[in-house]
């Protein structure tokens, strides 16, 4: 089992600001997490507000340019279903882990789907101090780069409790997307600005997600993500 992955929100500064010299491979993933993306193994990133502002503040105008640059289009951590990424603010650490996405056979009360239900195992885990689960910042994507938001208006069977955990206790539920395209092949973790965690079945060694037999199969070259 690859041990899990790190991100902190400051990382995706730091990796276009200093160039950190990682070793990294290009794998078969989808056009939406290939796209001037690469895949880490093990990256721990130790970045700061107040380091960051030093930096820019040594480095001038022009620097900042460069820098705001390279940070809309900073790199997000990509791993394959059932493993487990974290994401780090300061003391809070919080480890999401997804796994399981197919289609889903529950009917949800009160919600009549547009297209296919879909649903995917979530387990977060606090492995430091106290976290809040951010359900609402999953999203399914389809190899076509179709983004699906979760469904969160109405009560669903099993779902994620947002309820705060402590520190060395997770939760676990299940997350539902109305596909109205292609069938995804990928949930993805957005801060509302830019994608931080993925899973994907397009990973080496991961589980595809169960679909019906017209679903592009893992590796199908998908277009840029869209919603």
Known sequence: MR????IHRHQCLSQRWFGYAERVRFIALPKWATANNTRRKGVTVKFTTTAAKTALGAAGIAAVSVFAAG?????????GFGASESLVDGPLVTAYTVSNLQQSTIAIPGYTPKGTLYQADITVRSDGGTVTPMVRDFSARGPNGQTYRLIDK??????????????????TGTLYFDVTGAPPNGIVYNDGLQDILMWTSNVPGSVAPSAPTSSPAPGALPSPAHT
Request: no cysteine; charged share 5%; aromatic share 0%.
């Open 3 to 6: 041990p899990p992955l790190t």
């Open 71 to 79: 940070t809309a289009s900073a790199a997000p951590n990509i791993q």
């Open 154 to 171: 109405v009560e669903v069977p099993n779902g994620l409790n947002p309820a705060p955990i402590a520190q060395g206790n997770e939760s």
